[in-house]
C-alpha cells in the first residue's frame, strides 16, 4: 500500500472518489491512501449516497482535510464498510490525542454534538474506495479550529491520520498470515 | 445479528473460538457475539495465533471479559481481520469514557504502556470468528480495576462493547444498502 | 429481508429492475422482496436479456403480478441466478394449490403450454436483482385469471408469493448457521 | 455437469457427503449429481447438521433413493444452501406428476404430515455438497410406496429427479452467460 | 468451454472486449475462446488500460490474430490476469516451436527486441475478458512474417493457439477436483 | 510476496504444503516462494492429488529443487490452479534458455517424452499453496543433469525461478492497477 500526502491542494468535487482516479493523478499502481487539503463542493453526478441525493443535501466546505483509500484486493462491499469504519476510527483516535471529545457514530465525527467530518465508501467492477473529509474551518459544522488545531497541528494531523491507516494495513496484512484456521465444534 | 450477555461465568479455554460454538451453547442460528465473564487459559491445542504458540507464550488471566464474535456472511480472512480491528478500537471507545488514556496498537489495547487485551480471528470453511478478552484484573498486565472500573460498572462494560458492536454491524449493513457504485475515471 | 406489499398500482418499465430501486422508492434499507400490480411494458433500454433485445421481444401485459428481489450480501451471477429459480419454483407451489396443472422450465412457468411470467436475473457492483412478473389477464399467453384466480385470490397471491420468498431466505439463512464443514475423503 | 446414476445398491452412512467422494467412487472430474438406492443409516461422526446431532437424531431408513451433489465452482454456503432449497423442489415437481399432495417446507418433503426426505448441504475448502435422501419404504415416515411408486417407477423417479437436476444447472449456466449487467438508479 | 475460429476478417476496434460480445456476435452461451484475422485500430473510447490512454499510444496492425476469451464464472482482477498471464505463455510456446528466439514479459512477446503483440485484460459486474493480438505483418514491430511464418502457417498458429488455451482450461477444470484441502501446521 | 531461497538442503515429505509451513519455518508474514534443494518422498498422509493416491504413486527423487508458493490473497480453487500453470510456464521459459526441447503439458514439464518435474496445489480454509519439484538427477525420470545443467548453474535456475515469479505476480498486481472496468455489449 502506497501512502502519498500532496502538498499542493485539492479541491474535492466528488470525482476524486471514482476508481483509478489515483493512477490517473499520480500514475500510483498499487494500494493507496492519498491526503490532501482543499475546498469541498461535491457535484450531484457525483454523489454515491442516495440518502444525500435525495435530500438534496448540500456537501460543502471551504477548507479541509481529505482522505482518499483504494483497494484493489476485493470489490466486497462489506469490507469496504469496515474499513470505513476502521479508517473513521483512527481518525477519532489521532485527534483524540489533542482534543479528548470526539464521539464516532458508524462514518461520522463530532465535536459538541456537530459534524465533524463527511464520508463515503463505495466499489466498482473493479476497486473499492473511501473518501473522508474533515472541516478544518466551518461556520455551523465542527471543525479542528474549533477544536484549537490551527497552523502546522493540521499538517501535521494530515499526515498522521493517512499514516496510521496505512500502518494499520500492512499490520493486518501480517497478522492474517499467521493464523491457523478455526476449529469446529 | 444477535447480542447475547451470559449471565453465568464461563472459563474461556480456547474451545469457545471454534465456529458453531454459538450454535452448540444456545441454539444460536444466527451471526452474533456473545459475551461472558470468567477465567482465560488457552490449552496449546486450541491456540490460533502460531506467534504465540512459537514463543509458548501463555495466555492466562483468572478474570475477564470475553467477547465472542461469529459471522457466516463470509469466510475471506481480509474481512474477519478488518472487523477484528473494528471491534478493537469499539472497545477502546467505550473505555475511553471511562478512562482517556488508552492506546489502540493493531488488535491490543494498553494502559501505561501495559497490555489490556488478548485477541484473535480467523475463519473454518464455514464462519469467520473473533475473540476479545479484557483483563478485569491482572498482577502484570493492565486491567479494568487499575482503570478504576470496578463493582457493577464492569458489568456495565460488558453491555456497552457487546452492544456497540451489535448496533454498528446492523448499521454498516444499513449503509452499504443506499449507495450507488462508483465511477470510473 | 424486508418483504414490502404495495397497495399503489405500479407500470413495469423495466426500470424498477436497476440497483438501488426500492432505497429510492422506499428508503428501504435491507434485502428486500416488493410486490406491486400494474401493467408491463419494457423499453428496450431496460432490457437486461439479451436474447430478448435481439429477438425484438414485445415484453408487454396490461396487467401482471410483479416481484422485485434485491440482494446486498453478494455479487455473484451464480447465486442470483439460484435464486431466481428457487423463486419461480416458490411461485408454482403457491398457484398449485389453485391450479395443479403448472409447468416450470427453468425460469418460466406454462399452463397448457402457453407462458404464464416473464423473469429476469443479473448483478450490478452493488447488488443482484430479480423480477418475475405473472400475468392476470392476457388474450395470448398463459394468465391467473384463465387459471380461475380473480378478485380477491390475484391479491391472496401476491401475499402469499412474496411472503413466501421471504421465509425462504430467512430460513436458509438460519439453516446454514448450524451445519459443519465437510469432511474430506 | 455430469449425471450418474448406479446401477448397484449402496448404504448412506454419512461418508458419501465427505468432499471427493466422487472422485474417489468412479474418478469423476467434474461437477455431479450420483444417484443410486439403499439404506440410510448415518453414523454420528458423519453428521453435519448440529440439531441433528445434539438431538441425537436417528437418521435411519431400510430403503431410500439418494442424490449426491458436488460442485466445486465456489465454496459459497449461501449459494450451496440456494441450491439445496432448488434441488428439493425439483424432487418435489417430478413427485407431483405421480402424488399431487406434495408440500416443501424449506429442504424437506412431506406427505400428509409426515416427512418423506432427509437433506444436508455444507462445504468443504475444496467444494460445496447436498445429500437427499427419499424413503422408499417406512413404517413411519412417509415413503414412495405409500404415494403408490413401486417397481419400476421407483427407478424411473431416481433418473427423472438426477436428469432434472443436471438440465437444471446447465440452464442455469447458459442463462447468465446472456444478460448485461444491471442498471444503477 | 467453447473454442471458435472464425473464418470471415474481423477488425479489432476495441468493441469487441466488451462483455458479452460473443453471444452477441454468435449466441455463445458459454465461456469461450474466440479467434479470428484482421486489422487492429483501437478507438480511445475503447481503450481499457489507461497507460496506453495517457501516453496517447497507438495501438494499430494492419493485419493480426486476435483472441477474445471471456469466462463468466468469476469477476476476480487477479484470476483474469493470472489467466492472461498463462495465455500469453501459451502462444510463446505455440510458436516456440516455429521460431526459437521469443521472449515472453509479462503480457508481451518480443522478438530481437520488438514487440509482437498487444494485450489486455479486465472485468465487468458480468464477466472477466482478455485480448491478446499478434502482429501478422508490421514495418515497426515484431510480426509472424519476419518470424517466417506465413501462408497457412499463420491459419495453423491461430487454430493452435486457441485450441491450446482451450484445453488447458479444460485440464484445469479436471485436475482441481481430485485434489484434498491442505493439512495446515 | 517475499522470496526466499534457502541455503540449507531440506528433504521435502509433502509436509511443506501444509498452509502456514513458511511462517513456521522462517516467520515469514507475506506471501511467498521459498526455493530449496533435497531429496523428495511424499508420505501417502500428505499426499494431495487423489490420483497418485489411488494409484500408489510413489513420489520419490534423490536430488530436486523444489519451490513452496503460499497466497493468502483468496481460497479461490481457480486462482490457485491458474497460478500453478503460470508458474510451471514460467519455469519452462526459464530452461528452456538452457535447453530448447522442453515440452510443458498441463503442470507437468517433460525432456525426451520422460517427466521432468512434480507439482501440486491445493487450498485450505486460510492459504493456498504450489509445490513444484524438479529432478536433478534420476535413474528414470528427465533431470537438469541429463539437460545438461549441473554444477553451480543447478543453483543458478533455482534462483532463476523463484525471482521470475516474485517479478511476475508483483508486475501482475501492478498491472491490474491500472485497467477499467470493461463496458458491456
Do not use: W
Given at each position: 500500500?502506497?501512502?502519498?500526502?500532496?502538498?499542493?491542494?485539492?479541491?474535492?468535487?466528488?470525482?476524486q472518489i471514482s476508481s483509478l482516479w489515483a493512477y490517473n493523478l499520480a500514475d500510483v499502481k498499487a494500494d493507496s491512501i492519498i491526503a490532501f487539503r482543499g475546498a469541498c463542493d461535491v457535484k450531484i453526478e457525483h454523489m454515491i449516497d442516495l440518502?444525500?441525493?435525495?435530500?438534496?443535501?448540500?456537501?460543502?466546505?471551504?477548507?479541509?482535510?481529505?482522505?482518499?483509500?483504494?483497494?484493489?484486493?476485493?470489490?466486497?462491499?462489506?469490507?469496504?464498510?469496515?474499513?470505513?469504519?476502521?479508517?473513521?476510527?483512527?481518525?477519532?483516535?489521532?485527534?483524540?490525542?489533542?482534543?479528548?471529545?470526539?464521539?464516532?457514530?458508524g462514518d461520522d465525527l463530532f465535536i459538541k454534538g456537530k459534524k465533524l467530518t463527511v464520508s463515503i465508501a463505495s466499489t466498482s467492477a473493479v476497486s473499492q474506495k473511501i473518501h473522508l473529509g474533515i472541516n478544518v474551518v466551518h461556520d455551523?459544522?465542527?471543525?479542528?479550529?474549533?477544536?484549537?488545531?490551527?497552523?502546522?497541528?493540521?499538517?501535521?494531523?494530515?499526515?498522521?491520520?493517512?499514516?496510521?491507516?496505512?500502518?494499520?494495513?500492512?499490520d493486518i496484512e501480517k497478522d492474517l498470515r499467521k493464523s491457523r484456521p478455526l476449529d469446529v465444534i
Open positions: 500500500m502506497e501512502c502519498i500526502i500532496l502538498d499542493k491542494s485539492i479541491d474535492y468535487d466528488g470525482s440518502e444525500d441525493k435525495k435530500q438534496g443535501d448540500i456537501i460543502f466546505s471551504e477548507d479541509m482535510l481529505h482522505f482518499i483509500i483504494e483497494h484493489f484486493d476485493s470489490t466486497d462491499l462489506k469490507l469496504v464498510y469496515a474499513r470505513q469504519r476502521l479508517f473513521t476510527a483512527i481518525t477519532s483516535e489521532v485527534l483524540l490525542f489533542r482534543y479528548p471529545l470526539i464521539e464516532r457514530m455551523h459544522y465542527g471543525s479542528l479550529n474549533e477544536m484549537g488545531i490551527t497552523g502546522d497541528e493540521v499538517d501535521k494531523v494530515l499526515h498522521e491520520i493517512a499514516n496510521s491507516y496505512h500502518n494499520e494495513i500492512n
